[in-house]
């Protein structure tokens, strides 16, 4: 199984930003998906999830109403769109698939499988 995630920069503060993660060796259906993030000094944390279908989407609500969360049909691919970025968003930012539904969506011990993390880094 691969994650590869990719699309982060350095961009201003008010500015946009598209990550993507591409996976391979699974099936991508199968999976609920989720990006978290990790800051400096800080532990990892959920940013945005959606499910397997990619009818129901959920948000922290430090970047809710900002980023968005997709997963276009026939492609093995999840994309997150960040407009209107803050310094705060600075961090690297992880991709990672959920096989249960019974796990708790919000948390990484329910994940099971990473990317690779891509740095996103906004200036002031």
């Known amino acids: 199984v691969q994650l590869q995630a990719c699309g982060g920069g350095l961009v201003q503060a008010g500015g946009s930003l598209r990550l993507s993660c591409a996976a391979s060796?699974?099936?991508?259906?199968?999976?609920?998906w989720g990006w978290f993030r990790e800051a400096p000094g800080k532990e990892r944390e959920f940013v945005a999830g959606i499910s397997w279908r990619g009818g129901h989407t959920y948000y922290a609500d430090s970047v809710r109403g900002r980023f968005t969360i997709s997963r276009p049909n026939a492609e093995n691919t999840v994309y997150l769109q960040m407009n209107d970025l803050k310094p705060e968003d600075t961090a690297v930012y992880y991709c990672a698939a959920r096989r249960s539904a019974l796990e708790n969506r919000y948390s990484i011990r329910s994940y099971d499988y990473w990317g690779q993390g891509t740095l996103v880094t906004v200036s002031s």
């Open positions: 060796g699974l099936t991508f259906s199968s999976f609920a």
